[in-house]
C-alpha cells in the first residue's frame, strides 16, 4: 500500500518502480484520533502527508474538503517549502504515513536524475495548485 500511495501521487508519478521505492522508504508512520488537528495554517510545512486509511478535512476559504484513503495533503511543503496554506482535521482516526522535506531533499541531493524529473513534475504541480487557488 505504501508503495502504490506513493506511486499515484501527481509528484512521483513520472518515476520509475526504483525511485517510488527509494520515496516509500522515507516514509514514516503516525496514527492520530478523530477530530485531531494534523497541520494548522501558517505553521511551518516540514512534511507531506499520504492517508493510509481515515478521512480529514482540509478547511478551505471555500469550505472543508474531505479527503480520505489514498488521498494525500501537504504537498506544498514539498514543493515550496513555506508555511501551512490551510488547516487539516481528522474527521476518523487515520493512519497516515508522512514524508519530511529534509528526507525528500536528501533523496534529491544524492540522486541528480531523481531531482531532474522531479523539478519537473513539481514545477508542474505547483502552476496546478496555484491556478485551482486563483
Same mark, same amino acid.
Not at 61 to 74: E, M, N, Y
Not at 98 to 124: G, Q, R
Given at each position: 500500500?505504501?508503495w502504490q500511495?506513493?506511486?499515484?501521487?501527481? *509528484?512521483? =508519478?513520472?518515476?520509475? @518502480?526504483?525511485?517510488?521505492?527509494?520515496? #516509500?522508504?522515507? $516514509?514514516?508512520?503516525?496514527?492520530?484520533?478523530?477530530?485531531?488537528?494534523?497541520?494548522?495554517?501558517?505553521?511551518?510545512?516540514?512534511?507531506?502527508?499520504? *492517508?493510509? =486509511?481515515?478521512?480529514? @478535512?482540509?478547511?478551505?476559504?471555500?469550505? #472543508?474538503?474531505? $479527503?480520505?484513503?489514498?488521498?494525500?495533503?501537504?504537498?506544498?511543503?514539498?514543493?515550496?517549502?513555506?508555511?501551512?496554506?490551510?488547516t487539516?482535521?481528522?474527521?476518523?482516526?487515520?493512519?497516515?504515513?508522512?514524508?519530511?522535506?529534509?528526507?525528500?531533499?536528501? $533523496?534529491?541531493?544524492?540522486?541528480?536524475?531523481?531531482?531532474?524529473?522531479?523539478?519537473?513534475?513539481?514545477?508542474?504541480?505547483?502552476?496546478?495548485?496555484?491556478?485551482?487557488?486563483?
Open positions: 500500500i505504501t500511495l506513493v506511486a499515484k501521487n501527481p *509528484i512521483f =508519478s513520472k518515476l520509475d @518502480a526504483m525511485h517510488v521505492s527509494e520515496v #516509500a522508504n522515507l $516514509l514514516h508512520h503516525k496514527t492520530v484520533p478523530p477530530n485531531f488537528t494534523i497541520v494548522q495554517k501558517r505553521e511551518p510545512a516540514d512534511s507531506m502527508y499520504f *492517508i493510509a =486509511s481515515g478521512e480529514v @478535512a482540509v478547511q478551505a476559504p471555500s469550505g #472543508a474538503i474531505r $479527503l480520505g484513503s489514498g488521498d494525500f495533503f501537504g504537498e506544498i511543503a514539498i514543493l515550496t517549502a513555506s508555511t501551512r496554506t490551510a487539516v482535521v481528522s474527521m476518523t482516526e487515520c493512519e497516515l504515513l508522512y514524508l519530511l522535506v529534509d528526507d525528500f531533499d536528501h $533523496l534529491l541531493t544524492a540522486d541528480p536524475d531523481l531531482k531532474d524529473i522531479l523539478s519537473k513534475t513539481m514545477e508542474e504541480r505547483l502552476k496546478q495548485l496555484e491556478h485551482a487557488h486563483s
